[in-house]
């Protein structure tokens, strides 16, 4: 079972903590990660790409020109796909949906290949003790500074919601704080390093550990 040391908010070492194995000694697979991050920026489109189809166009109905005598080739309406300005052919449902569902049993896999990752790469820290009063950035940036994170992407993850905390460091760049329960493979994969409050490696275990039989 992997093990990292915990940190104070003055950035001394004041133990360790053992990383659940289901997550941190998981088999490491980068195309289930890969496909986990592509389904999470699919779902964030929008769809609202919009053309005109033939119906839709504000041009008159009327026919271009007399069929025959011409010279040209016969023509229909002004709003023929043929034409410059004309409706588009196979234009694009509207609204469309982007949205993709993975298995949870693949969303879990991403999650654990990520955190097995990070944790052999070195880039798991825990700190313990850090409570606010009141939200305050410089007491969020002095513990990033004295862990020797600042200016690195941090995910700080935090067993249960705490809007002091989010108020505190949501200003700072680089740096996204998620509970254990909302933290995903999209949110690791862009994060330099993974910040731990204490309590969240077991909220971590809880949730996303191997207790529901998988």
Known sequence: MPSVDVLSIQGQKSGTVDLP?????????????????VAYETNQRQGNASVLSRSET??????????KGT???????????????????????????????????????ALRSVLTAMGQ?????????????????????AMLTACGLAGRKVLFVTAENSPILVKSGRNIPKV???TAETVGTYD????DVLLLERAAVDALNRVHGDHDGE
């Open 21 to 37: 194995a289901a997550l941190f000694e998981a088999r490491v697979s980068t195309a289930v990660v890969h496909t986990a991050v």
């Open 58 to 67: 504000s041009y008159s109905s009327k026919k271009h020109h007399r069929q």
């Open 71 to 109: 010279g040209g080739a016969r023509r229909g309406t002004v709003s023929s796909p043929l034409l410059r300005g004309g409706g588009v052919a196979f234009g694009l449902p509207k609204p469309r949906s982007y949205r993709t569902k993975l298995p949870r049993t693949l969303r879990k896999q």
């Open 121 to 141: 790469e070195g880039q798991v820290f825990v700190v313990d003790g850090f409570q606010l009063a009141a939200p305050k950035t410089k007491d969020f940036v």
């Open 176 to 178: 996204s704080i998620r």
């Open 188 to 191: 690791l994969v862009a994060a």
